[in-house]
């Protein structure tokens, strides 16, 4: 296979149908004929939607369609889409969170599913959803997984935990999906992520590489693009006696992961995502924290064997990109998902903007589902802050940047700020799209009542040299069964230009990519 098409060894299966056609909720192609093993396959999952009158409901913005259908079909649009915004956007997220006798206990662990838009001037904007094929989801059908999550226990029998002290990993990958050239890489937190057919949706195959690091390296699910040239920067987390972080690249896509530098570790933190520029990788390692012994012989989810140890402060450390050599900098306890961008000052000043919360509360109890049931979705209480790590200082300060507004999902203009400075970040706190001019700490915002709002995608104008000068895509569920849309705002004033509707229930997502075509 050639570097375009991602270079990677696959582990290549036939996805259900028997031309590899995308199969509707009916298990029928595109031409209309059935296929025995999807229809199975899709009955079978459908069988195992059981009474749950137990379970206090969930959250209209987490219901799916995903099992019932429709599975694709045409938005209508009201409002006028640019006439230069042409190609898709796909979005992952958890979708099922009960089948038969198995449920979720987290929000990371619901079975992921894809959606797709597909946007062309002058076209109806197609769409398209389909659960993600994986081993997990294989093993919920059949009852229950032994496979290792974040909040939900592993179906582990005594023969299982002899032969994996340390249980396998999971595949649902849930969290992010990003295009590949051929295939896309879905993504979640673990060792295990899966190669996706963006015409279908359908699962090719597991993502494999040809190179010396750690083959259960746990690496994350916000590669860093470095340039126009298609590598990618990310790290991973090496569990075991000596548990270390690893930071690669991967030169255009290839299947060999080269090593920049090792970090050390006494005990393993959450790492969600990290920040780059050109000189340097900046890894935020908050005290929430696992020591992987406790892992041995486990059932518990391994969320169970985090602690939050505030004592310990939150380490940032600045990782040279040439040589790998790293300094550390300390300051006060705070937990985050993302960062939102970093670049460098002539003095060799870093400055970091990053979404901090006061604890790891969200992640650890606001998140599980027994709480989002009986609460709704977690309230976000993180914030815009800004870090400046100086040479020669082993502390750091936090600095509040609009601290009026809390939200979550930040977005810029990969092209024209990712690594340099910025000025226009983009959130979401589920009501309401929201801008923040970090120079002047002013926050604009816009709403869609009747919608959970997700993710910003930032699509910038072709051409333009204005930071601002895009689109921002975001799927939004409705409040009420059966309606969801796929929102298009103007990223310089908040408004609304198109909106596309669907009689379907697409639920909260995470994360998602745009592709030009």
């Avoid at 993710?455 to 072709?462: H, K, Y």
């Amino acid at each position: 296979m050639s570097a375009p098409q991602f270079g990677l060894l696959l582990a290549e299966r036939q996805a259900p149908g028997s031309a590899g056609q995308p199969l509707n909720a009916s298990g029928l192609d595109a031409a209309g004929s059935r296929d025995k093993d999807a229809v199975d396959l899709i009955s079978g999952f459908r069988a195992l939607i059981t009474d749950r009158s137990s379970l206090l409901p969930l959250p209209e913005a987490l219901v799916s369609s995903v099992l019932t259908g429709p599975s694709e079909g045409t938005l209508k649009v009201q409002g006028d889409l640019p006439d230069w915004l042409r190609g898709r956007l796909i979005r992952a997220g958890a979708a099922v969170f009960e089948l038969g006798p198995w449920a979720a206990a987290h929000w990371a662990d619901g079975l992921g599913m894809l959606v797709r838009f597909d946007i062309r001037p002058g076209e109806p904007i197609r769409w398209r959803q389909q659960l993600i094929d994986s081993e997990f989801a294989r093993q919920v059908r059949s009852g229950g997984s032994p496979l290792a999550t974040f909040g939900t226990p592993s179906q582990r029998s005594w023969l299982d935990r002899l032969r994996h002290p340390v249980p396998r990993t999971t595949d649902n990958a849930n969290v992010h999906i990003r295009p590949a050239g051929r295939h896309w890489v879905a993504m979640t937190e673990t060792d295990r992520h899966l190669l996706i057919d963006p015409a279908t949706l359908q699962t090719a195959g597991e993502l494999r590489f040809d190179d010396a690091l750690p083959l259960d390296l746990y690496m994350g699910a916000h590669p860093q693009r470095d340039g126009p040239g298609g590598d990618l920067v990310n790290f991973g987390l090496a569990y075991g006696p000596r548990p270390k972080l690893i930071v690669f690249r991967q030169r255009n896509a290839s299947p060999r992961r080269e090593s920049i530098g090792q970090l050390p570790l006494r005990a393993v933190p959450y790492v969600h995502s990290f920040a780059l520029t050109p000189g340097k990788v900046i890894l935020v390692l908050p005290p929430f924290e696992l020591e992987p012994l406790r892992l041995l012989g486990s059932s518990r989810p391994v969320g169970d064997h985090f602690r939050w140890r505030p004592e310990r402060g939150t380490r940032i450390v600045l990782m040279d990109r040439a040589t790998g050599r790293w300094t550390e900098h300390r300051g006060d306890a705070f937990f985050l998902f993302h960062t939102v961008n970093a670049f460098e000052a002539a003095d060799g000043t870093v400055t970091l903007d990053l979404l901090a919360y006061p604890d790891a509360s969200v992640m650890a109890q606001a998140m599980r589902m027994d709480s989002i049931r009986r609460r709704g979705l977690p309230v976000i209480d993180s914030h815009l802050h800004r870090i400046r790590l100086q040479a020669g200082r082993d502390s750091f300060r936090v600095e509040s940047i609009a601290p009026q507004c809390a939200f979550e999902f930040p977005a810029i203009h990969p092209g024209l700020a990712a690594g340099r400075r910025h000025r226009q970040v983009w959130g979401t706190d589920f009501e309401r799209i929201l801008k923040i001019d970090t120079d002047e700490g002013t926050v604009s915002r816009s709403a869609a009542p009747g919608l959970t709002l997700g993710e910003p995608v930032f699509v910038g104008r072709p051409g333009s040299s204005r930071e601002d000068d895009g689109v921002l895509l975001t799927v939004a569920s409705g409040n009420a069964r059966g309606h969801s849309e796929l929102i298009v705002w103007d990223a310089a004033t908040l408004a609304l230009l198109a909106r596309g509707i669907a009689a379907t229930s697409i639920p909260l997502g995470f994360h998602g990519s745009f592709e030009a075509t």
